[in-house]
Nanobody, 119 residues
């Protein structure tokens, strides 16, 4: 069985950029939908961006125009390019796979990578 392993998190100043990666192993080949989620301290986990098997993407309103989700199917890697980062983007970021892009249908999760945005 495969795994989901995030990397690329770190500390960055507001306005900066980071690119998150998720090594998706077997999950990307079998999942209909891949996504990035985040959870800030004291808040519920929320969807950031999803990409389905046809490459159709969705974004949370808070990140539209700043974040881009993409995938390299050959390498089984999911990416999240984050530009113009804001303080409120600080959170633990998780990648996940699911049989649809409905939030409740994501059934495999990585361990997360921390993103901290400072002033």
């Amino acid at each position: 069985q495969g795994q989901l392993a995030e990397s690329g998190g770190g500390s960055v100043q507001a306005g900066g950029s980071l690119r998150l990666s998720c090594a998706a192993s077997a999950y990307m080949r079998s999942a209909w939908c891949m996504g990035w989620f985040r959870q800030a301290p004291g808040k519920e986990r929320e969807a950031v961006a999803t990409i389905n098997d046809h490459g159709i993407t969705t974004y949370a309103d808070a990140v539209k125009g700043r974040f881009t989700i993409s995938k390299d199917v050959a390498e089984s890697i999911l990416y999240l390019q984050m530009n113009s980062l804001k303080l409120e983007d600080t959170a633990m970021y998780y990648c996940a796979s699911g049989w649809s892009c409905e939030y409740s249908h994501f059934n495999h999760w990585g361990q997360g990578t921390q993103v901290t945005v400072s002033a």
